[in-house]
């Protein structure tokens, strides 16, 4: 009452019953402006901690809030990477800003490594399932992300952005190429439930009448004969 307290002050300080030092960190954020990530940042520091940290990070011209923000965002990917989280010297970086960056990349390395390992493992249950040549065409398989990547940047469209989706089981990528060019990029199809969605070529342009030809004898012939898992 003494502090004059909005609703949503009232709230965030009920939110905070069980905690030791609740009146000094409650005043804290009011008078720094703080609305959110302290319940999550007590997960890891006590509140003193939290409060005398954040404040040495926070630099001259930075609001406290974006120094918490970032330091919860530290510490829950300090705690997904299997960091010892009880260690100060993981609690504490001297530099909030450098660790966070370093986490942040770390995290992705290991988001990319499982990309990677699933991407193959999504090809690996249909390899040879879905071989194919008719009419001066071949169906071929990526081996990896960067290969969708290469087709992406030899004919101008975006399938490297569907690298994730295959990872995820959600499609496949197939290649569609000339049988005297197997290496070079011509067509590309994405493939869900057992049915072509969408082929498309230099440009993202749509099929030839051959090319379409092809592909229609492929998911007959082929791809439906497959009984391909419903993420295919």
Not at 34 to 55: G, K, N, Q, S, W
Not at 147 to 166: M, Q
Request: charged share 30%.
């Amino acid at each position: 009452r003494s502090q004059d307290v909005s609703r949503d002050e009232l709230k965030r300080f009920q939110e905070l019953a069980t905690v030791k030092d609740r009146q000094p960190l409650f005043r804290w954020m009011k008078e720094r402006g703080i609305t959110r990530d302290v319940p999550a940042v007590l997960e890891y520091v006590t509140a003193h901690r939290l409060m005398r940290y954040v404040d040495e990070q926070t630099s001259a011209g930075r609001k406290t809030q974006d120094t918490l923000s970032e330091y919860r965002d530290y510490l829950d990917m300090c705690a997904k990477l299997n960091y010892a989280t009880g260690s100060k010297s993981v609690l504490y970086p001297k530099e909030l800003h450098t660790a966070h960056d370093r986490a942040a990349k770390q995290v992705k390395i290991n988001a990319d490594k499982l990309m990677r390992r699933n991407f193959k493992l999504a090809y690996k249950r249909i390899s040879g399932a879905l071989d194919y040549t008719s009419g001066g065409m071949m169906i071929v398989l990526p081996s990896s992300p960067e290969e969708l990547t290469a087709e992406g940047n030899a004919l101008h469209h975006c399938v490297s952005s569907y690298a994730d989706r295959v990872a995820r089981q959600e499609c496949i990528i197939v290649f569609v190429r000339r049988a005297e060019e197997p290496g070079t990029p011509y067509y590309t199809a994405e493939v869900r439930n057992g049915r072509i969605v969408q082929l498309r070529g230099l440009g993202n342009c749509a099929p030839t009448p051959e090319v379409q030809t092809f592909a229609d004898a492929w998911q007959r012939d082929v791809l439906q004969a497959a009984a391909m898992p419903s993420a295919a």
